[in-house]
């Protein structure tokens, strides 16, 4: 009897370094999927439309967020981010596991649903070492920063409502213990 | 603020391969210790006392036994298993995790103690796979063969008891699964 998908749901303080993790994750292992998010928001350097990210105009993300196309979206600085459904679930239904990443108020929404996920939190190793990651990455202004910064706080009070927490110290460690959790969940004896 | 270990209860049907199994997991991963149990069978060949079981006699057992000094306890073809207590909980204790490989009547015993712990099931591929092993190790008569094949199948009746099942087909990604287990139950977030 082949077992349904199983979804995924990671979260972390933005700069903890999750984009990097999730998709060496996803190419680690066979049958894992990565959820790709609808943005408002302009692409960063580097970031590919319709893989990392699709971006789309306010006015079509307001169109579907009406027509209730969203697992959960967000709004935040001033632009909107949002998980389409259809995608997700058809995976899901093929026997296939996705990875959705997300933040913790999208993950909140996702829970408060009842939907079926397993909650990873990724955590930055100290708040000093992730406002080092900030200043370095250089997308973001001083002010954006602190703003980022009284977030991940915020966030991390949340902890408590994954079910898993990896500390992204050692970045190859950090990757082998996401994949260990997805590997461990498919062997449970209630997936089967 | 360090973490209680944890216990790992495995089982499997005899001839699943699990003790190979179990010393490469505990050789593989740091702050893992097997629980060595004591038995009054007499040891198989390549067995080393106080590594792989302790070897005791009977009398003795019985007066172990009687003082509880046993975890759980079990006799199997008319010998006596059993799971001395205080290794154990010293481990736990400083924060080291424990792989207790028991049979799954000593680990129904467990359960029913409510000790708290994370239960794997190691699975054959199938039973003809299974006979076959149990005949190439040629340590049993075909009349022991036939009876272990019984309780086997009893046993498989208890999965849905354990937490986890891992196939032991090909055993390089049978270890990969157990390793994993152990390294996502350190990610609980309910450990820290």
Known sequence: MKRKGILFIISAPSGSGKTTLCNKLVDSLKDLNRSISMTTRPPRSGERDGIDYIFIEKEEFLKRKKKNEFLEWARVFDEYYGTPKK?????????QDVVL?????????????????????IMPPSMSQLKERLISRSTDTKKAIAK?????????????????????????SA??????????????TGRR
């Open 101 to 121: 990443s997300i933040d913790v108020q999208g993950a909140m929404k996702t829970r408060k649903l009842k939907t079926r996920a397993v909650y990873i939190f």
């Open 87 to 95: 995608y997700i679930t058809h995976l899901i239904s093929k026997g």
């Open 148 to 172: 980022r910064l009284g977030i991940a706080k915020k966030e991390l009070s949340y902890l408590s409502k994954y079910d898993y927490v990896v500390v992204n110290d050692v970045l190859a």
């Open 175 to 188: 990757l082998e213990n996401l994949r260990s959790i997805v590997i461990a969940e498919r062997c449970r």
